[in-house]
């Protein structure tokens, strides 16, 4: 049979291809975002499944997004040799292997693993659709088409926390595993008729299996690193040789990019300024867009002491607004200079997190929604105009390349910051408690008074009066791990926010960069 390209494909299916192929990509697409954040709402019962802390639980999100990650880079080749086609229906066979594995397995680790096979196929479809799209639209109409990606990938951030919790609270949440796949299964058959088959022309590339295996190093030893050294100790010999470890493979890795001769990412591509400012643009973007999309929930259980649903619907009336937003700035990326939309957009995300950095157990619901709102709002003007003006900085056989460069660094942040998030967290905790434990003395008549109280009404209950100051002690330790776990979740976001204003400086230079051809 012979290879059909979209202008084949458009010519049999009319008008409505262009519908039908964009559907099967965002289907994709939507999917495995969702599958990489449906999990965020569960940790606190994957804890205590198995009775593991917040470093080792949030592996599965943080697994995902990691292996995700290294796949970024592998689609140029996937569809060099495969073409669009097959290696968008073969990815999709090993996302249904690994959730099924997930799903099955009784041993976290297998968990996890299961996760990681999620990830590795999801890389390598959000840019394979990224690039589809960008090819299926004409030149005038690319930011409408970055704005309806931007959308699917938004609305599955947000919707994905909403599905798990329901799914938690209602099936347990094991059943989160698979949700997803049979809206992969219709994006499978729907793929394999409208995508196109055609491979890009010229020879085939062999693999570069030496970097590839050094990234996965580098990325493996770095998180698990990171997310360990609490627990083990940050200068302990394993965690201060994995961290050893991970920087000379990547150091490695990027010295091998610069070599002549097949590379999975291409350094050349940063000689573009417009290029290289946008890369660093959507590092941070993925930093504070994944770092989000983990606390919120996580904070809306753990300090607000919401059910798993409840914690998931903070998100869902961000997510629907941006429904209505995508299409709206995806046009005025077609529009206007991108730098002005992307400088609004960081600034309106900093602002929504700096709301977030004062929510306590007090803040009502709706409060908590309204600052995902506003940071939601920034990212609808963020990723269209950034997508859209980095592509179209590179020359017509170089998209694939730099649609797997430009998502290997969003999710790159998003692996990082997710994870280094979760550090901040438990370090800052650690320094409130032990601040707020320094306080709690005889001398403090607020803790005198509420020891007295709790032993009061002890007392009322018939409790023996040589165990209740033991029982009172033990209720102020409660209360003020509490308020040090609420501080450390405040610092983490204002951390963030503080990230999204020092982005301005690369959009601003983005701004006053040549455009590519």
């Not at 949700?179 to 299964?185: A, F, T, Y």
């Not at 055609?198 to 030496?210: K, L, Q, S, V």
């Not at 991108?338 to 400088?343: T, V």
């Amino acid at each position: 049979m012979a290879a059909e390209t979209i202008g084949d494909l458009s010519a049999r299916y009319g008008n409505s291809y262009r519908i039908l192929l964009t559907s099967a990509g965002m289907i994709a697409a939507f999917t495995m975002v969702f599958t990489g954040t449906i999990v965020n709402v569960a940790v606190p019962d994957v804890m205590g499944a198995y009775g593991v802390g917040q470093d080792t639980a949030q592996l599965l999100s943080t697994g995902y997004v990691a292996a995700m990650t290294a796949s970024q880079l592998l689609n140029a080749w996937f569809v060099q040799t495969f073409g669009q086609r097959l290696a968008f229906c073969l990815v999709i066979i090993v996302f249904m292997a690994g959730g099924l594995i997930s799903g099955l397995s009784p041993s976290l680790d297998l968990i996890i693993f299961g996760r990681v096979v999620q990830g590795f196929a999801s890389g390598i479809v959000q840019p394979l659709v990224m690039v589809t799209l960008f090819q299926l639209f004409p030149k005038e109409r690319r930011g409408v088409a970055m704005g309806i990606y931007g959308m699917g990938l938004v609305l599955a951030l947000g919707l994905g926390p909403v599905v798990g919790g329901i799914t938690v609270d209602t099936l347990g949440w094991r059943s989160i595993f698979f949700v997803s796949l049979p809206m992969v299964v219709v994006a499978f058959v729907m793929g394999s008729i409208f995508m196109p088959s055609a491979r890009p022309e010229g020879d085939r590339t062999p693999f570069d299996w030496t970097s590839y295996i050094l990234l996965c190093l580098a990325l493996y030893c770095l998180i698990s690193g990171i997310s360990n050294g609490q627990r083990e100790g940050w200068t302990s010999n394993v965690i201060m040789m994995r961290l050893v470890v991970g920087v000379a493979a990547a150091a490695l890795f990027a010295r091998l990019q610069l070599r002549d001769g097949p590379r999975l990412l291409d350094f050349s591509l940063f000689g573009n300024p417009r290029f290289a400012s946008a890369i660093v643009i959507a590092f941070v973007f993925g930093m504070g867009n994944f770092a989000m999309t983990y606390a919120i929930p996580v904070f809306g259980q753990i300090v607000q002491g919401y059910t798993a649903t409840v914690a998931g619907f903070l998100l869902l009336p961000a997510s629907l607004l941006l429904v209505a937003i995508f299409p709206l700035t995806g046009q005025l990326a077609d529009k206007v200079p991108p730098q002005f939309p992307i400088m609004g957009g960081l600034l309106l995300f900093a602002l929504g997190v700096y709301f977030m950095s004062g929510a306590d157990v007090n803040t009502v619901f709706w409060s908590t929604a309204s600052f995902a709102i506003v940071a939601r709002v920034g990212m609808a003007f963020i990723n269209p105009p950034l997508m859209a003006c980095a592509l179209a900085a590179l020359p017509g056989e170089r998209l694939n390349q730099g649609s797997g460069t430009i998502n290997f660094f969003r999710q790159l942040g998003g692996a990082l910051g997710t994870n280094l998030l979760v550090v901040v967290l438990e370090l800052r905790t650690q320094f409130h408690s032990e601040s707020l434990v320094a306080t709690q003395t005889a001398a403090n008549s607020t803790t005198r008074e509420l020891l007295e109280h709790v032993a009061a009404i002890l007392g009322a209950e018939g409790i023996p009066e040589a165990m209740q100051q033991p029982v009172a002690l033990n209720h102020l330790g409660r209360i003020v791990y509490a308020q040090a776990r609420t501080f450390g979740f405040q610092d983490g976001f204002l951390i963030i926010a503080i990230l999204f204003l020092a982005a301005l400086i690369p959009a601003w230079i983005l701004g006053r960069s040549r455009p590519g051809p």
